[in-house]
């Protein structure tokens, strides 16, 4: 399974963005597909994931204001981010998981894609 993101840019604190995450790959329905991100001079940490049947979680941080989805016949994964905050500012990356559910830990990634940079401005 390949992954890239894409959508990341420059926005005003408020503003909402949508990432996308492109995967390859049959199986990749088969995957818990997620969302990290690692801000400057701080570890990745886990933002929000959705399995195979569409649950979904998310890191406390962002609960109500971003929004996790999946289209399987696209192999996409979507993340709807509004209400940004200076705070949301990172580097932000699409993972998947073959055998982790939840909230992922970064040892259960199988896979990552490349980053897309987000920032927000105050």
């Known amino acids: 399974v390949q992954l890239q993101a894409s959508g990341g840019g420059l926005v005003q604190a408020g503003d909402s963005l949508r990432l996308s995450c492109a995967a390859s790959?049959?199986?990749?329905?088969?995957?818990?597909v997620g969302w990290f991100r690692q801000a400057p001079g701080k570890e990745r940490e886990f933002v929000t994931s959705i399995n195979r049947p569409g649950d979904t979680w998310y890191a406390d941080s962002v609960k109500g204001r971003f929004t996790i989805s999946r289209d399987n016949a696209r192999n996409s994964v979507y993340l709807q981010m509004n209400s940004l905050e200076p705070e949301d500012t990172a580097v932000y990356y699409c993972a998947a998981s073959r055998h982790y559910l939840g909230i992922l830990p970064l040892e259960g990634i199988d896979y990552w894609g490349k980053g897309t940079l987000v920032t927000v401005s105050s």
């Open positions: 790959g049959r199986t990749f329905s088969t995957y818990t």
